[in-house]
């Protein structure tokens, strides 16, 4: 495990775990094309036209809010779920004491600060998103007397939610609350609420010996990945209907991965569906986005080079472990 004193300093970059940005962002970024109805990259294609989003400065601004959010929120959730994290093997930069609970703590404080100080500079429905998602994520998720991480249907709930609220975040920058936009967020919402039932699998173990009560605990391996698969299908199916060809594609392009998912009921096809889901929605966001290629290349390759000077640990990866 190497000590180099700057790769220690970038600990307090990576306790925000910015490779989970990227899920977030692209819900985000997904909103916003919906809201300037730029959809159809396929059709774009095939009558031989392009149309790229080089820059806006709200939305800039509304990533960045968003980016602090999530950051917080991420670090609060590893505060409270030390012992948890401890015995699923997993992000241990607290729990091994490379980081305090106090410095990690003011962290977190100083990101919701920015995120909320940002919110305010775009716009009142901009804030009042960022709180209500920093209210859900920060507190009801993580900490007493709620917990809702904790618990089978208000985890769901909640992880839904957050999704959601990533979508809103890129719709109300320039669009209000119409019918198009509950119809627009839905397959989206179907599909990360199904990837969110996905990633409750890998610790379930963990989970049970702490006595939480997540989904796949109380449901089992089995029903979670049915449930998550019948999701997935329900986006695909409201993707046509609504001729979103964004989502259409990335929904389709995942279909093997979900047919070897329901045939192999295995953690690894699971969690190669989570991961693919991921890398396919990035991918057609970057078509519309090409600046949004170049950051996720550099943030991924600065993960796999921190992880694997500071802990000797393969992360992140594409594999199904």
């Known amino acids: 495990m190497q000590k180099t004193k700057w790769i220690a ?4 970059f ?32 095939i009558e031989g036209l392009t ?9 800039i601004l ?42 990690a703590s003011v962290e977190a404080a100083i990101l919701i600060l920015l995120s909320l100080s940002i919110g305010f500079l775009v716009n009142f429905t901009i804030l009042l998103l960022i709180v209500i998602f920093l209210f859900i994520t920060a507190y009801l998720y993580n900490f007493k007397p709620f917990e809702f991480k904790n618990k089978p249907f208000s985890g769901l709930l909640l992880n839904s939610m957050m999704g959601w609220l990533a979508f809103a975040l890129g719709w ?5 609350l119409t019918l198009a936009f509950i119809l627009a967020s839905l397959p989206y919402l179907f599909l990360n ?10 610790d379930m173990t963990g989970d049970q010996s702490s006595l939480k009560q997540t989904f796949s605990v109380i449901f089992g ?48 096809t699971s969690v190669k569906f989570i991961k693919m889901a991921i890398f396919f929605f990035s991918l057609l966001i970057s078509f519309k986005f090409p600046f949004y290629l170049v950051i996720m290349i550099f943030v991924y390759f600065l993960t796999r080079y ?14 199904g472990n």
Request: aromatic fraction near 18%; hydrophobic fraction near 50%; proline fraction near 3%.
């Open 221 to 268: 391996f089995r029903k979670t990945v049915i449930l998550a698969g019948l999701l997935y299908l329900l986006s695909l199916i409201v993707a046509i209907f609504l001729k979103d060809q964004i989502i259409l594609v990335i929904d389709l392009l995942l279909f093997l991965y979900f047919i070897k998912m329901l045939i192999g009921m295995a953690l690894s």
């Open 306 to 319: 921190y992880y694997r000077q500071r802990f000797d640990f393969d992360y992140p990866n594409f594999r």
């Open 14 to 45: 990576f306790i925000t775990r910015p490779m989970l940005f990227f899920p977030g962002w692209n819900t985000l970024l997904a909103g916003y094309l919906n809201s300037v109805d730029d959809i159809h990259p396929v059709s774009q294609a």
């Open 172 to 176: 109300f920058i320039h669009r209000e």
């Open 62 to 103: 509304v990533m960045m809010a968003f980016m602090f959010a999530m950051g917080s929120s991420f670090i609060l959730n590893q505060i409270a779920d030390v012992e948890t994290d401890r015995k699923n093997k997993k992000l241990f930069l607290i729990d091994e004491h490379f980081l305090s609970k106090k410095s």
């Open 51 to 59: 149309s790229f989003h080089f820059w806006n400065f709200d939305l």
């Open 9 to 12: 300093k970038l600990d307090h």
């Open 193 to 202: 609420t199904g990837l969110y039932l996905l990633t409750t699998l890998p």
